[in-house]
């Protein structure tokens, strides 16, 4: 007999939430069936295959400390904040059903007074006006035993902010991999004012259990907690480190130039799991050996502005005949490789 269970997060950190998600998936046994209900503070969250270079502004998220998660699932890169609410379903074969999961989510709108429909394979939308506005976004896994659904609901997120940190500043990559695509938004407190994550939360639950017709405890979990979640803390720690969410970066080359009044400059740089695996530079300058120390000091290193940073403070430490071009183009490198 499957056992249900319901998790709710308290906790708003990413690598956290996206860790418990790994944990039900790959961890927990398929006779439990699962639904699980978090939000995460400021992040942009990217596809399995995405490029964050390529798919988002880090200069501005670095500014505003907004974080970057990447999940194992695909799909595009997206914003969430406080307002936006995030639910996962699990359950094991053959009771797995995503269309179930789907229905337990409109139920839980209609509970609240909010009409919505399932819009082709992953969209749940509402009408607005005469248009179909897109309100959440859903992904799916599955293995032999098991299957797993989770999507997203924008309750009342900045959706300004979303378009600023996932637009690019504009390079020159040339990028292997998977790129964003844009949709029409709308947050649902445009439908139903007062709208909230604990009131959404209610009702996914209730009709979650209403569905199955179960009476369970509400599991309630964050950080350092005594919970029921074998290896959470490994993958916990796996999911907040650089190397997962920049080092799985596919290959990607960035090839960028700029002129000063020194002269020119042309730096190509191939990239491979988030590290300089190549460096390139050409000048006619008057003096190209600080370019070519450069090249050959950087190769190796992350591609940040911390790690490249840290070499040209090398270099202009070392040249202090060049300071003053070195400066400068230290500062037009910094911004092109945020």
């Not at 799916?140 to 959706?159: A, Q, V, W």
């Not at 450069?294 to 202009?316: C, M, P, T």
């Amino acid at each position: 007999m499957n056992k249900t269970r319901v998790l709710v997060s308290t906790s708003n950190n990413p690598w956290f939430n996206l860790a418990v998600e790994e944990v039900i998936f790959e961890k927990m046994s398929p006779e439990h069936r699962v639904l699980f209900i978090w939000r995460n503070i400021d992040t942009v969250v990217i596809g399995r295959a995405q490029n964050p270079w390529r798919e988002c502004n880090i200069s501005r998220m670095e500014e505003d400390n907004v974080k970057l998660a990447r999940r194992r699932t695909g799909g595009g890169a997206v914003f969430q904040d406080t307002g936006n609410s995030n639910f996962t379903f699990m359950a094991g074969k053959p009771e797995y059903d995503k269309t179930v999961s789907t229905n337990i989510v409109l139920d839980a709108l209609k509970l609240l007074d909010i009409d919505a429909i399932a819009n082709g394979r992953n969209d749940l939308v509402v009408q607005e006006g005469d248009m179909l506005r897109k309100f959440s976004g859903s992904a799916y896994r599955e293995t032999k035993d098991r299957g797993f659904h989770h999507g997203t609901l924008l309750l009342h997120s900045d959706l300004n902010r979303l378009a600023s940190y996932l637009t690019p500043n504009p390079k020159k990559l040339a990028a292997k991999g998977i790129t964003s695509v844009k949709s029409r938004v709308t947050n649902l407190d445009q439908i139903k004012q007062g709208i909230n994550h604990d009131v959404v939360s209610g009702a996914l639950i209730e009709a979650y259990l209403g569905h199955y017709e179960a009476e369970v405890e509400i599991e309630y979990i964050a950080p350092g907690d005594n919970y029921d979640l074998p290896g959470l803390e490994e993958i916990f720690q796996f999911y907040s480190s650089w190397d997962w969410n920049y080092g799985k970066t596919p290959e990607f080359t960035h090839l960028l130039d700029e002129r000063f009044n020194w002269g020119g400059v042309e730096v190509f740089l191939n990239v491979t799991k988030g590290r300089i695996q190549d460096a390139r530079l050409y000048t006619d300058s008057l003096d190209p050996s600080p370019f070519e120390q450069l090249a050959e000091s950087i190769k190796g290193s992350g591609y940040n502005q911390r790690e490249v940073g840290a070499h040209l403070d090398a270099l202009i430490a070392s040249n202090r005949a060049n300071e003053g071009s070195l400066q400068e183009f230290r500062s037009w490198l910094m911004g092109a490789i945020a």
